[in-house]
C-alpha cells in the first residue's frame, strides 16, 4: 500500500495522541471499530461551554486509521458539538487522498466523533 | 556495513545467486540453441545444457533425470499434478484429499476440480500448523485418487510429516503430491525416503531465476500418468509441451547444485540468527506469539503476533526493512492470513502477525537492526493502541461489546 505523504505525515507525527480522564464530567468518549476487523478508534473530546477544547485518540489499525483519527483530532478542536457533528468521512478521505479500500477508516473517524459527542450528552443529560 | 533497505522476505522470493547467472549468461546469446534441434551442434549444445540442469535437480532431489518435467514454476507445477491426476484417473476415482493451509495454487485448483465433480477433502490442521495423520487415515475412501500436501509452509514455514504421508498413500496405493517450492534447496528432500509420487518446486524460491520450475513425476513402482495441459510438440515425455527455457533450466540446475552442497550449513546458520531474532524480540516486548510449530520448520522462517498492534501499521513503522504481514490491510480481500486463521489464531491476533523470512544474504548486522527496530516499532504503536490502554487496565478484551463494520 502506497500512502500519501499526509497519512504518512499522521503516522510518523501523530497529532493529539493520548488520553484523557474518562471519568471526567466535561470528556466524551468513543470506542468504535473491533480488533477482530483489524481496527479500533477511541476519540476523547473535552468539551467545555459547548465548545471543544482539547482531543485525543488511540488506534489499532493501519496507517490510515491511525492518520483518519489523528486528522479528526485537529479538526473538532474549537469546534461546538454541532460543527464536530457535521465533519463527513468524505472530507477526511479527500484531505488525506484515501484509495477506495481504505474508506472504512474514515468511516470509522467520523463514527468515533459521533460516539464521543453521545457518549458527553448521555454523561451531561443533553438531548 | 549494514546498508538499507533490508530484505527479509525470502519466501515471497529470493536474489539469483551470482554464480547462477553466470552459468545462464553464455546461454542467452552464444548457445542460444533450440535444444529440440537435433541436427546441428546448437542444439546439442542446448540439449547437453538442459541435460546436465536435469541431472543436477535430480540429483538434489534423489530421482531419476527423467523423472524431471521443466515448467514455468510451481504454480504450473501443481496445476498440472492435480489436473493432470485428476483427468487420468478419473476411471479410478474422483476423491482428492489436501489441507486448509495450502497455497492457493493447490486450493484454487482444487476448487476448480470440485466444479468439475470431484470431490475435495480440505484437512484441517493443529494449532502447531501441522496436519493429523488419523484424520488423513480415515478421510481416504475407495475413491480417493491424489492426496496433495505441501511440503513446508509459506506463512508460518512448518514442515509436514511428509515421509509418514507418503507411507500412509503408498499402503493405499494412492499418488502422493507435494507442493515443495519453499522447501526444496531448503531442506533435504528425497522422493524415494519420503514416498513422493509427485513433487512441486520452483526456481526462484532458490536463488535462481523467476519463471522455472518443475514437477517431478515418478516413473517406477508406481509409473504416474498425467494428461498434460499443454499440447504441442511432445516435450518433457509428453507432459509439457513448449520450447525449453535453456538459460533458465540451466539456472535452476545450477541453484540446485549450490543449495545441495551449502544447504547443511546454510540451515545451521540461518536457524541460529532466527533464534537470536525470536529472543531479542521475545526478550524484550511481553505478549508475542510464535506462529506455527516451534521446531518442525524451515530455518529461513520466523512468524509471530504482536498483541494490540496491527501488522500493516507495523510494516509501516519497518519501511526500511522488507517483510511481510498476515495483516487484512496488506491484502486486496481485506481478510486476515487464511493460514493463521486455519491454526486457530484469532483474528485480532492475525492482523498482528509478521513473517520474517531469512535467506542466504542475511548477515548478524540485519539480524540486529530488524529486531531493534520491531521492538522500538512495537513498542511505539502499543502507546498508540486503546487495545493495549484497556488490557493494561484489566479490562478482558474478549468481553468487551466492540461495534463490528
Sequence with gaps: ?127 | MLKLPIFMDYHSTTPVDPRVLEAMLPYFTQKFGNAASKNHSFGWEAEEAVNKAREQVAQLISCHPKEVVFTSGATESDNLALKGVASMYREKGNHIITAVTEHKAILDTAKRLEKEGFKVTYLPVKPDGLIDLELLKSSITDQTILISIMMANNEIGVIQPIAEIGQIAKERGILFHTDAAQAVGKIPVNVEAMGIDLMSFSGHKMYGPKGIGGLYVRRKNPRVRLLPMMDGGGHERGMRSGTLNVPMIVGLGEACEISGKEMIQEGLRLTQMRKKLQDHIMGELDEVYLNGHPENRLPQNLNMSFAYVEGESLLMGLKEIALSSGSACTTATLEPSYVLRALGVGSDLAHSSLRFGLGRFTTDEEIEYVGKKVVEAVNRLREMSPLYEMAKEGIDLKSVQWTEH
Design chain 1, 1 to 127: 500500500m502506497s500512502y500519501s505523504k499526509k497519512v504518512i505525515d499522521h503516522y510518523n507525527n501523530p497529532r493529539n495522541m493520548g488520553s484523557l480522564d474518562k471519568a471526567d464530567k466535561e470528556v466524551g468518549t468513543g470506542v468504535v471499530g473491533a480488533p477482530e476487523c483489524g481496527d479500533v478508534m477511541k476519540l476523547q473530546l473535552k468539551i467545555s461551554g459547548g465548545i471543544i477544547e482539547d482531543a485525543r485518540f488511540k488506534t489499532f489499525g493501519c496507517g490510515s486509521a491511525i492518520a483518519s483519527s489523528s486528522l479528526a483530532t485537529e479538526w473538532v478542536k474549537g469546534k461546538t458539538l454541532d460543527e464536530a457533528f457535521q465533519i463527513k468521512n468524505t472530507e477526511i478521505v479527500n484531505e488525506l487522498s484515501l484509495p477506495p479500500v481504505k474508506i472504512h477508516c474514515s468511516v470509522l473517524a467520523e463514527d468515533a466523533i459521533k460516539a464521543a459527542i453521545a457518549d458527553y450528552k448521555k454523561k451531561n443529560d443533553i438531548a
